[in-house]
């Protein structure tokens, strides 16, 4: 499967942000998504998880409240609606393909697919 991410960009703090992944290739909804992100000078880190009916999610801690994954199959795509946005969310933000499996998987090595990354960058 090949995954294509847009919608970043540059956002002021308290802003929002949209971002897709759309997938082509495979069957879509044979894949649990995932979201993660990679912040200068860090490792890449887990955002968050959709299974692959979009029936069950998973949030790393400091996004849960602010951040909204949601997935339509119909379209071959991923979403992930930023809110509340603050300056530690600055990072390239990549998404993720798994075949899907029984558990929602946090582990970047677990996924085999990936996305070339789009930018998000939060200013003061």
């Known amino acids: 499967v090949q995954l294509v991410e847009s919608g970043g960009g540059l956002v002021q703090a308290g802003g929002s942000l949209r971002l897709s992944c759309v997938a082509s290739g495979r069957t879509f909804s044979s894949y649990d998504m995932a979201w993660f992100r990679r912040a200068p000078g860090k490792e890449r880190e887990f955002v968050a998880v959709i299974n692959w009916s979009g029936g069950s999610t998973r949030y790393e801690d400091s996004v849960k409240g602010r951040f909204t994954i949601s997935r339509d199959n119909a379209k071959n795509t991923m979403y992930l609606q930023m809110n509340s946005l603050k300056l530690e969310d600055t990072a390239v933000y990549y998404c993720?393909?798994?075949?899907?499996?029984?558990?929602?998987?946090?582990?970047?090595?677990?996924?085999?697919?990936w996305g070339q990354g789009t930018q998000v960058t939060v200013s003061s």
């Open positions: 993720g393909a798994r075949i899907a499996s029984i558990g929602l998987v946090m582990d970047n090595k677990m996924y085999a697919h």
